[in-house]
């Protein structure tokens, strides 16, 4: 193997080498809300030096500016396990969604009212035109199983009369 090729060979090493470690570079750091953040890039301007954990080239956390700044960086993590959690914002997406649901379950109630009403206020006209045919005295008759005319006598009006003020009573309230 001469010079050359060895050089390059050991060139390609290297750059291959460095670019393992910059694709292994994490930053850590704790946010504003006091999480944890694990990034390849570096982080937003605002987060002061001392909740930055690690840095690309590091391997250890940074060494804290003072013996308080580390339990002061853990402590929001701490509360915010303890209570509830910080919700930066709404979805307004799933809230669109759960509105829009509830609205069709509404729309859905709504509809099965007016029809259970339609059909109450159906009963309700056919039973009272049954009672007023009934209580007019007129001869009625009705068909029987065989396919034959009977007349209703006495009793039999009686039933169909009780009959009819039921419906009438239970589906022409208001």
Request: charge should be positive; hydrophobic fraction near 35%.
């Amino acid at each position: 193997m001469d010079f050359k090729s060895f050089t390059r060979n050991l060139i390609l090493l290297v750059a291959s080498t460095s670019c393992m470690h910059a694709a292994l570079a994490q930053w850590q750091w704790i946010d504003k809300d006091g999480r944890k953040v694990f990034s390849d890039r570096a982080p937003p301007a605002e987060i002061p030096e001392k909740n930055i954990l690690k840095q690309p080239g590091l391997r250890a956390p940074l060494p804290a500016a003072d013996a308080d700044a580390a339990p002061a960086a853990a402590a929001p993590l701490v509360a915010n396990k303890a209570g509830t959690p910080k919700i930066p914002g709404k979805d307004t997406q799933l809230e669109a969604r759960k509105k829009q649901a509830e609205d069709e379950e509404n729309a859905k109630k709504k509809a099965e009212e007016e029809k259970l009403a339609k059909s109450r206020a159906d009963n309700c006209e056919r039973a009272k035109k049954g009672l007023v045919a009934v209580q007019s005295g007129t001869r009625l008759s009705v068909i029987n199983a065989k396919g034959e005319r009977e007349f209703m006598d006495d009793n039999e009006r009686a039933k169909e009369t009780k009959r009819l003020q039921g419906i009438a009573d239970s589906d022409c309230q208001k």
